[in-house]
């Protein structure tokens, strides 16, 4: 089984995926965060710095290192995210603006202007977006969605608002649909999600619940989130 955990900003994707696995004895997917990649990527810069040209990058070098990843383990993983994830949030700045930080007083659904740079962009992204599409029909078996029921992480270092994901939210369902790639919504706690995901797919627990929710917060507070100037030595 090849599946992928999915949603938007702080929805809980990493942690739920550290867990799955514990959990089940399935192997995790390792690709490096847009923040890991931003130091080579735009030295000094935070991604709300970034220019448009510098994001198509950083997409297209996580894609790629998701690619080799999920070949590395073809057998069964489990996925934080997919390749759609970059495509749809490169795609939401097309009405939100590169920074959408920077439009969070704009309505729902109300575009930023479109500047030749943004114009160009959306051409970019639209066709990444079916090389994106092609590869994800072609690696994964199912998905798991997980709706945005957490608060937006206030740490000071995502270049989104609400409105940003609460449309890519409903893009990564879209998507799904036009895939047709089995995909299920699973929201409550942590040991929910995992007994839940369990049950869907007839994966066997490897460990307790207990046991398995422990060693992935362990794992997820280890993670290095701090910020990309601050990870630079900047």
């Not at 089984?1 to 550290?18: E, H, V």
């Not at 995909?183 to 869907?200: C, K, N, S």
Request: glycine share 8%.
């Amino acid at each position: 089984m090849r599946l992928g955990i999915s949603g938007t900003y702080s929805s809980g994707k990493t942690l739920t995926s550290i867990a799955l696995s514990e959990y089940t004895g399935i192997p995790r997917t390792r690709a490096k965060t847009m923040r890991e990649i931003l130091p080579e990527a735009a030295p000094g810069k935070t991604l709300e710095e970034c220019t448009s040209a510098e994001l198509l990058q950083m997409i297209v070098v996580r894609h790629v290192d998701r690619a080799i990843h999920e070949r590395n383990l073809w057998d069964g993983f489990i996925s934080d995210g997919s390749s759609l994830q970059e495509w749809i949030y490169g795609s939401v700045r097309v009405t939100y603006g590169i920074n959408p930080n920077e439009s969070v007083g704009l309505g729902e659904g109300v575009p930023v202007p479109r500047t030749p740079e943004l114009a160009y962009f959306e051409d970019v992204v639209a066709e990444l977006g079916k090389a994106f599409k092609r590869h994800v029909k072609a690696t994964f078996d199912a998905f798991v969605h997980l709706p945005n029921e957490l608060p937006l992480s206030a740490d000071g270092h995502r270049p989104v608002n609400e409105h940003f994901r609460a449309r890519a939210d409903r893009m990564l369902e879209e998507i799904m649909a036009e895939l047709a790639i089995p995909f299920h919504v699973v929201g409550g706690d942590l040991p929910a999600r995992l007994e839940r995901i369990t049950e869907l797919f007839g994966f066997t627990p490897v460990l307790p619940v207990d046991v398995a929710v422990a060693r992935a917060l362990d794992e997820y507070a280890a993670l290095d989130t701090r910020s990309e100037t601050a990870r630079a030595g900047v």
